[in-house]
């Protein structure tokens, strides 16, 4: 990946003087702090499922409940993230406590033993991501210009999940070469954690680009200017499809039900979702500056549907699980630095972070709500019904997620 970056600083109506660059410093600054974390709390998301429910016996419904935690309770404090960076006027350092408390959670996973525990961890590892990531995502959407958002979010999530594709690998290496190696596991993601605070507070400017708008900074944060009717709109949407959003640990325990590899294989299923993301973060993100933001939104849904079909296809279990890793992948790109980019243009400058964070909260809680649902409904019909019958509401629900949210692209070009 090329990144080309200019000296001179970009103007906050997002003219260009003199050579053009692509992405401001300050976003890969933000990718490779991503990039660590990721590192950090993917080597352990991608052992467990596989240690919830083949190590300690648990049921699918208790991994359903495990999934919900760590798909939602960001969302409890997400918003309240967002509030803080707009009204405070130092995104930064409420990024920082975010990243902070994560890496205080690994501290505690090397004691925890039993379901309990391992909820309470997930929770305040969950918790300190849902306090950084709007923050984040605004200072990446303060930093560069309306025209160039898709790719900056594109380039941020290649980062962040080139270190999403290292964590799942090294778990598997880890314990490739030391069975049942759990707590080396644990101890890697640790020091992985505490180098992504460091990255942000030594290395990350405060505020970047409001310096050059000061009369958007510590502005008071009014969520009547929030809730606008664009927003408003996409918030509908992307809660109805979050529903319908299976989380990938199920997907990936339906692939290993049906046979075909070993358990000790079930790591590298996430290196490949994470591969294919990284692979088109950046040009998804291009295409949906050219095209529009909602458009590609919709598009990665598609994706999600076919991912389910591939899961459930009767093709060799080689084929379903690369298709289905792919889609996946497609889906990723298309939607998580895309709804962030949308969003924060459906607002206005001064509560970004605050419209960033309700799209975030608004999906989170859906999907946290759809894998708590998915979980019983699995252990009540089976893998493969189950996704029959997501994947057919979700076919019924396109079309009209499409026809609402599409005008979108248009109302957020209005309120540049």
Known sequence: MYITLSDRPTPVDGSSPGRRRSVAPVVV???????????????????????????????????????ALYQGVSALVRIGGGWAADRGGHPKWVAFVG?????????????????????????????????RTAPRDAMISAATPPERLGTAFGVHRTLDTIGATIGPLLAFLILWWIPDGYLTVMVVSLGFAVLGVALLGLLVPDRPGLERAPEVRAAPV?????????????????????????????????????????????????????????????????????VGKARVFIGGHVALLLSYVAV?????????????????????????????????????????????????????????????????????????????????????????????????????????
């Open 222 to 290: 009014r969520w009547r200017d929030v809730l606008q009717p664009g927003l408003l709109r996409l918030l509908v949407v992307a809660g109805a499809l979050g529903l319908l959003t299976v989380g990938d640990g199920f997907l990936y325990l339906a692939l290993l039900d049906r046979g075909g590899f070993a358990a000790h294989w079930f790591p590298l299923l996430y290196v490949g979702t994470n591969i294919a993301y990284l692979s088109l973060a950046v040009p998804v993100g291009r295409l949906a500056d050219r």
């Open 99 to 131: 990243y902070g408390l994560s890496a205080v959670a690994r501290v505690f996973l090397l004691f925890t033993t039993g379901l309990a525990a391992i909820s309470a961890v997930i929770s305040a590892d969950r918790i300190g991501k849902g306090l």
């Open 312 to 416: 459930v296809a009767s093709w060799a279990p080689s084929v379903s699980a690369v298709a289905a890793l792919l889609l996946l992948g497609t889906f990723y790109a298309a939607t998580d630095g895309v709804i962030a980019a949308l969003a924060g243009r459906l607002v206005p400058e001064s509560v970004r972070a605050s419209g960033i964070a309700s799209a975030q909260t608004v999906v989170a809680v859906a999907r946290m709500l759809s894998s708590a649902a998915f979980g019983v409904l699995w252990f009540a019909v089976g893998p493969r019904a189950a996704l029959v019958a997501v994947g057919v509401v979700l076919l019924i629900a396109l079309p009209v997620a499409a026809h609402a949210t599409l005008r979108l692209d248009r109302t957020a070009a209005g309120a540049r």
């Open 29 to 67: 600054m933000l990718g490779l702090v991503s990039l660590v974390t990721d590192i950090s709390s993917e080597s352990v998301a991608a052992i467990l499922p596989l240690y919830l429910t083949g190590v300690l016996g648990l049921s699918t419904i208790s991994y359903g409940f495990i999934d």
